[in-house]
Nanobody
Framework: QVQLVESGGGLVQAGGSLRLSCAASGRTFSNYFMGWFRQAPGKEREFVAAISWNGGTMYYLDSVKGRFTISRDNAKNTVYLQMTSLRPEDTAVYYC?????????????????????WGQGTQVTVSS
């Protein structure tokens, strides 16, 4: 079992920045592929970003490329999502997720069903 706890959400004006953190516990963090998803009211859960177990490969939703950066610190069992140039359409609950996949093929990493473990989520609200 892996427990995931997100933090860092909040209310920010358009153009502002936030950094989300996800602290993991329970198993060897470096064994896990980590991701961030988001869900806005009335919409399906959406892939945002993911990072391989050693931080060597990152994946992003097209609309956040150049604005969001995913990173991880395996010594601290933590994954981060640095969000800049935030837009009102980024408003959502952001979820941290983990799975033991090593080298996902195609866009498998972008599927919510690919991940075994989920945090409770943290709200991000961007005002216009």
């Amino acid at each position: 079992q892996v427990q995931l706890v997100e933090s860092g959400g909040g209310l920010v004006q358009a153009g502002g920045s936030l950094r989300l953190s996800c602290a993991a516990s329970g198993r060897t963090f470096s064994n896990y592929f980590m991701g961030w998803f988001r869900q806005a009211p009335g919409k399906e859960r959406e892939f945002v970003a993911a990072i391989s177990w050693n931080g060597g490969t990152m994946y992003y939703l097209d609309s956040v490329k150049g604005r969001f950066t995913i990173s991880r610190d395996n010594a601290k069992n933590t994954v981060y999502l640095q969000m800049t140039s935030l837009r009102p359409e980024d408003t959502a609950v952001y979820y941290c997720t983990a799975d033991r996949m090593r080298s996902p093929s195609g866009t498998y990493y972008s599927r919510a069903s690919a991940y075994d473990y989920w945090g409770q989520g943290t709200q991000v609200t961007v005002s216009s």
